[in-house]
């Protein structure tokens, strides 16, 4: 019983753990990025785009001259947004495909790169832009047939580093939790996450990321960081 239970365990775990675990292994996931020359650390937003929050995120992004990445969902891609997308390309950003349930948890490898490669062609008729390949699934949770079909569709699985997302331990979200602890756990290749949307509501209050944003980038960089995309 013990044994069945510990395997139960590690394949529940498997799937919904916020880090790498057993099948993440595989060069189909990325949970932090390589070591460079320079030591570098990669912001990337989730989400989004929320008509507010976004625009607000990329005035301090460009206000500290940093390209980020975005995950974007593509039922929040709206002939309202749409503008706010193609102004995250425009200036330099990397905008990737996220989801907005654990639905492709439970789907095909077919199913799933079929839905991924859907999102990323509406994506470049709306913005006239090509998303950036990589995936992010919702709140990190996959499968195997996720996995599969992400990589057959050409996409590459994306977490994030240890701890390096934007919760609060139950707590509402503020900057002044999060940035001193963001900055100290902080190491080259950290893949960090912060929420400039919500899953179900487009236009979620998320001042907080942007605060959080405008106070960590100069906190970082004093501790020697510069700032990357997952695809350059």
Sequence with gaps: MLLLAVAIGAFVAAHFMPFPFLFDTTSATVWRMPRTETPTVYLTFDDGPNPTATPQL???????????????????????????????????????????????MFKS??????????????????????????????????????????????????????????????????ADDLVPRLTRIASPGDIVVIHDGHHKDSRADRRYAVETVDRLIPELRKRGFAFGTICP
């Design 58 to 104: 990329l005035d301090v992004l460009a206000q500290h001259q940093v390209q980020a990445t975005f995950f974007v969902i593509d039922k929040h891609i709206t002939p309202e947004t749409a503008p706010i997308v193609r102004r995250a390309f425009e200036e330099g950003h990397a905008v990737a495909i996220h989801w907005h349930s654990r639905e492709l």
């Design 109 to 174: 490898p077919t199913y799933v790169a079929s839905a991924i490669q859907e999102a990323a062609a509406r994506m470049e008729l709306m913005t006239e832009h090509q998303a950036c390949r990589a995936f992010r699934p919702h709140a990190g949770h996959r499968s195997i047939p996720m996995i599969k079909g992400a990589a057959n569709a050409g996409f590459l699985v994306v977490g994030w580093s240890w701890m390096a997302f934007d919760f609060n331990w139950f707590r509402q979200r503020n």
